[in-house]
């Protein structure tokens, strides 16, 4: 009688310790799955700030060749000045 309440008792806990188990396996895996989506968007995220800071160094250095090329002309213009202004005595 006392091996069979043992063994009754043990089977309890047993069954306790698994639903105890499959509850935590469940939490893990709601877990694993939002990590799973922040990670996604991380990702996607990370990809469009990729590009726009491709775009923004591409724009960047276009104004720059612009900004070189407009002080060129301005050199130009005030060369052009100084050769046709009229020399004070």
């Known amino acids: 009688m006392a091996v069979l309440l ?8 047993l069954d306790f ?4 188990l499959r509850a935590e396996m ?10 799973t989506q922040r990670m996604a968007a991380i990702r996607d995220r ?6 726009e800071t491709k775009t923004l160094i591409s724009r960047r250095e276009e104004l720059h ?3 070189l090329l407009e002080r060129d002309r ?3 213009l005030e ?3 100084e050769r046709v202004r009229p020399k004070s005595q």
Do not use: F, H, P, Y
Not at 7 to 13: E, N, R, T, V
Not at 17 to 20: A, D, M, R, V
């Open 79 to 81: 060369e052009r000045l």
């Open 46 to 51: 990370t990809s469009d700030l990729a590009i």
């Open 17 to 20: 310790g698994q639903c105890q």
């Open 65 to 67: 060749v612009r900004v």
């Open 26 to 35: 469940q939490r893990l895996r709601g877990l694993v799955d939002s990590n």
């Open 74 to 76: 301005l050199t130009e």
């Open 6 to 13: 043992a063994a009754a008792s043990l089977k309890m806990w």
